[in-house]
C-alpha cells in the first residue's frame, strides 16, 4: 500500500470538510491551530481521511480536539506520542464493524436441547403462523 506523507494543505482541507458538523470552529486562527494538531498527530492523508470520516460518522456536532485525538488513538498511535482516551465513549469508540441483521432460524432447528421445551415452541410458532396466514385472507 502506498501511503502519502501528510501535508499541511492536506490537513487544512480535512478542517474544512469537518466544518460539516455543527458548532465547529469558523475562527480562522483556531482553524490554523487544528491543522498544526493534524500534522503533528497524523502519519498520512490516508489516516486522516479516516480519521475525518470516521468522526463525520460519530459525532454530530464538534466535541473538541481532544476527543478528535482519542478517536485517532483508538487506531493508531499518534505521531507526536501525545495518547489520549474517549470522555464521551468512556467505553471506548464503537467499533466501525456493523452487526449482520438478524435471521430466522432454518426450519426443523432446534430452539432448545429441552425436546419438551422445542415441541411447545415449535407448536406455538406453528399456530401463530396459522393465525397470521388467515388474517391475510
Given at each position: 500500500?502506498?501511503?502519502?506523507?501528510?501535508?499541511?494543505?492536506?490537513?487544512?482541507?480535512?478542517?474544512?470538510?469537518?466544518a460539516?458538523?455543527?458548532?465547529?470552529?469558523?475562527?480562522?486562527?483556531?482553524?490554523?491551530?487544528?491543522?498544526?494538531?493534524?500534522?503533528?498527530?497524523?502519519?498520512?492523508?490516508?489516516?486522516?481521511?479516516?480519521?475525518?470520516?470516521?468522526?463525520?460518522?460519530?459525532?454530530?456536532?464538534?466535541?473538541?480536539?481532544?476527543?478528535?485525538?482519542?478517536?485517532?488513538?483508538?487506531?493508531?498511535?499518534?505521531?507526536?506520542?501525545?495518547?489520549?482516551?474517549?470522555?464521551?465513549?468512556?467505553?471506548?469508540?464503537?467499533?466501525?464493524?456493523?452487526?449482520?441483521?438478524?435471521?430466522?432460524?432454518?426450519?426443523?432447528?432446534?430452539?432448545?436441547?429441552?425436546?419438551?421445551?422445542?415441541?411447545?415452541?415449535?407448536?406455538?410458532?406453528?399456530?401463530?403462523?396459522?393465525?397470521?396466514a388467515?388474517?391475510?385472507?
Amino acid at each position: 500500500m502506498n501511503l502519502t506523507p501528510l501535508t499541511p494543505e492536506t490537513a487544512a482541507a480535512a478542517v474544512a470538510k469537518m466544518a460539516l458538523m455543527a458548532f465547529f470552529p469558523g475562527d480562522p486562527d483556531i482553524r490554523a491551530a487544528l491543522v498544526s494538531v493534524f500534522v503533528d498527530m497524523v502519519d498520512t492523508e490516508e489516516q486522516l481521511d479516516w480519521l475525518v470520516n470516521r468522526a463525520l460518522r460519530l459525532y454530530a456536532r464538534w466535541p473538541g480536539v481532544a476527543e478528535i485525538r482519542a478517536l485517532y488513538c483508538s487506531r493508531w498511535k499518534p505521531k507526536d506520542g501525545i495518547e489520549a482516551y474517549s470522555s464521551i465513549y468512556p467505553d471506548g469508540i464503537p467499533s466501525e464493524r456493523r452487526e449482520p441483521p438478524a435471521r430466522a432460524m432454518p426450519p426443523g432447528r432446534l430452539v432448545t436441547a429441552d425436546a419438551e421445551l422445542d415441541q411447545r415452541v415449535q407448536k406455538a410458532a406453528d399456530a401463530k403462523k396459522l393465525k397470521g396466514a388467515e388474517k391475510r385472507k
